[in-house]
Structures are given as C-alpha cells and as structure tokens.
C-alpha cells in the first residue's frame, strides 16, 4: 500500500486492520504516547493551530499535504516506502538472499537493539526542544520547530511498529521503556549521550538540526540498506522528512550569519564585544557552538574500531551510507581503513580490516557531507567582504568516545597536555558566558512577519506561503 488510511484510530499503511493483536497492542500503547507528549512534548502549545504537513502518500510524485492543525490532534502513524519486488539481501555473508520479511532467528538481539536505539534519539530531541516554543525568534521559526517535533513523534511511532510487530513481548517492553526514559534525567537517561544535552537557545537547536539530524540522514540511509526488509523500507520513507529537519538547521545558522555580517559592515566593526553591543552573535561564537556540536555528534557513530560494526554488517542487517552506490564486492573481508592512534606524541593513520572500522567510514562520510554546509556558510560571509572563516574541528577533538577518548587534542588535529586543554577550551567551546549572552537575545517574537533582530528573515516561505504567513495561530 501507498495510501495511508486516516480512518483508522491508527492512521497506516501496512494493513493494521488485518492484525488485531497488533493493532489492540499499539492502540493500548497509544494513549501513553499521547501522555508522553502531553507532559513532554512542546511547552504550552496544546492550543496553537500550526501550518504542518503530514503524510498522504508515500509515493515520490507528493506525500506531504499541508493545512492547520493543533499539534496533540496530529495523526502520527505507521507508513513504510513502497515494497520492492524481489529485493535481495546486497551487502555481506547473506548478499543474494531474499530480504527478511521476519526477522532471523540468530539476528532478533542485534536487529532488536539497533531499533531500540534508533528509536530512543527521536523522543530524545523533542524533550531536549521542549521549551524553545517560549523563546521562537518569529512565527515561521515556530512552525519549523513544531514540525520537526511531530514528525520526530511520528518516527518514534515508526520504530514502535517494528518492536510490537516482530519483537513480541520483548518489543512491547522496549517500546514502553521508550517513553520512560527521558533526555538528561539522571536515573533514566537516553541511551546515547548527544541526546542527553541541553538544546537551550535557538543558536544551538540550528547547530542541533544541522549536525545532529545529519547523524539521523547517514544512521537512516545505513539501515535503509538492511536485509530486515521492514526496517529498510521504514528508515527510506523517514528520511523524506530527515531533510526538512537538516534544511532547517543549514538555513537557520545561514541566516544568523547573514545577520551578524550586515551588522557588522553597517557598524564597521569587528572585534565580538562590539558586535554583541549592537544586539548579534558574534562568529567566533557561531564557531565555538559549531565545535561542540560537531565533536559531540560524530561521537554519535561510535568507537573507531566496533566488531558490533562488523557483524551487523556482515550479517546483513546494516550498510554502509549509499551501499549500493559503492563499486565494490559488498564483503569487505580483504579490505583495509585508515583510522587514528596517537603514537610518540602525534596522531597518524593505521590500516585495519575495513569491517572493523564501519563506524569510522560512515564518521568520514559525515564529515565530508557537513564540510559542504560550512562551505556554504562561509560563502555569506565571503559575500559580506568580511575575512573570518568558520572550520569544522578535527574529528580527534573533544572526543569522549572512542581510543580519541583519551587524549586532549586541538581543534587543529595536535596533541596537547590538559594544562594546553584547560588553558584554551573557553576559545574553542562554548563558554557558560557564551551561552548567557545568546540566552539574552532570546525573546519570542511570534507576529506573523516580524523577526528578532540576530537573525534574519528566511528568503522563502513554507510550502510558497509568504513570509507574512501566520504559520501558527494562537488560540
């Protein structure tokens, strides 16, 4: 099926009607869902009528359909991409396999908790925005944030799905422990530690949807190359919405930018504590934010060296980034990567079996992809005739997972003693005044076409609405 059926107390694809244990089982899990976001979900923005989209189809030709709707009435629900006849098992020991339409016997651990994880992040990032609504720089920003919300909702409901479905009572229990844990509480944590980080101003939610949501675009891409076929066809129809999330995040940072250089050519100034006088963020804070954010994301892809990382991929069950793209024989079992390791004093590269170091392959595929974002960031400033660069940070520095783990390095790729670390981190990472300052600019303008003056108006519209629009109505 491509329809979705918003009959259904469950709007979905995949025949839930059909299953009545299942659908009893997510109808009972429903109301707790609904709970969650209730006490977790966006504060104060039960009432507001928000110009979202929401899924009609899942074909190619239009998915999305866009109207006024209040966020708690949503119609979060199962929808799977389009069924590929034939589709075979293309990378590792089972390559030339059916795909799974169950999952294997010997792999139900493995597959279980790489869709537990998966689906811990997507709750995760909404508790960590819960309060930005209180703070939005304009209407249109609003909206984008509340989008973002429910449709990192809607792919919580996407991973529930397959632990009710394929997981039995071990899936049910997982799913429910999806809602008990929560982003920073101390005695239930989100399982990976990026989501357990504050998302306190607007600055840092773009850095967030820009590197954070890109780690979600390269994660989804390698499971929608899963041998598991429902996975597969789950994670491609999530990734149509991961680009509006990253969209957001490039535009926003983007727009800052724009902001600042405007400012500081109209002024001519340069040094930070004058452009923070006139009411911007400076760019050496632009830059410390987008160090952090960075350094914490890539830890996201795990140790450098992962036999976890061998197996599933060996099993079938997760790809590399564009797996099919790649001009190779999908096995791996001779092939070498360079990764890190410090030796007499200095980082190098070794070679080590390229299915030990999957995790570091899909790191440097990340990495070349977010440089390109930076690229563009520095051609507006480029533009504005100003000389300062923004760069990505060495992918050793500020490491806390992974043989990086134990060393202090630079942003420029040196190894330095923690007397160097400490000496210097307030210029390489966002300092507790930083965070003051850009916590100060944030008051909520929420009047359709008005905007906080550090950062600029977005070019275009949603969905060809003008920027004017009145994206969320306040009841």
Known sequence: MSTID?????????????????????????????????????????????????????????????????????????FLAQSEEGRKVNFGENKGMNAWQEVPGEHRANLRRMIVTQGDTEPASVEQQRHLGLTAPSNYDLRNLFQINVEEGRHLWAMVYLLHKYFGRDGREEAEALLQRNSGDQ??????????????????????????????????????????????????????????????????????INRTCQVMKEFGIEDPEQVRAKGVIDLPTIQRYLNFHF????????????????????????????????????????????????????????????????????????????????????????????????????????????????????PEGRLISETQWQANVGNWLPSEADRAYVASLMGRVIEPGKIAGWIAPPPIGINRQPIDYEYVRFN
């Not at 244990?21 to 977790?40: G, I, K, V």
């Not at 780690?215 to 066809?233: I, V, Y």
């Not at 390229?354 to 480029?382: C, H, K």
């Open 187 to 256: 005695d239930k944590p989100r399982i990976l530690e990026a989501f357990n980080e504050e998302t306190p101003d607007w600055l840092a939610f773009y850095m967030f949807t820009y590197f954070t949501d890109r780690d979600g675009k390269f994660q989804l891409n390698a499971l929608a190359e899963s041998g598991f076929d429902p996975l597969s066809r789950t994670c491609r129809f999530m990734l149509t919405e991961e680009a509006h999330h990253m969209f957001v995040g490039e535009s926003g940072i983007s727009r800052i």
């Open 295 to 410: 350094s914490v994301t890539i830890d996201l892809f795990g140790a450098d060296q992962s036999s976890n990382a061998a197996a599933f991929y060996s099993a079938g069950l997760k790809g590399r980034y564009e797996e099919m793209k790649r001009d190779d024989d999908h096995l791996l079992k001779g092939g070498q990567y360079r990764i890190l390791e410090v030796s007499n004093g200095a980082l190098v590269e070794r070679e080590v079996p390229m299915l030990n170091a999957l995790n570091e392959l899909l790191r440097d595929d990340y990495i070349r992809d977010s440089v390109a974002g930076v690229a563009r960031w520095n051609r507006v400033i480029e533009k504005a005739g100003l000389s300062f660069r923004l760069v990505t940070p060495h992918k050793a520095f500020n490491r806390h997972i992974g043989a990086m783990s134990e060393f202090k390095i630079s």
């Open 6 to 78: 918003y009959a259904d107390k469950i709007p979905n694809n995949v025949n839930l009607s059909e299953d009545k244990t299942l659908q009893r089982a997510l109808e009972h899990w429903q109301p707790n869902y609904l709970q969650w976001w209730n006490d977790m979900g966006p504060d104060g923005s039960t009432n507001h009528d928000v110009y979202l989209r929401t899924a009609i189809n899942v074909t190619p030709e239009g998915w999305a359909n866009f109207g006024h709707v209040k966020m708690p009435d949503y119609r979060w629900g199962i």
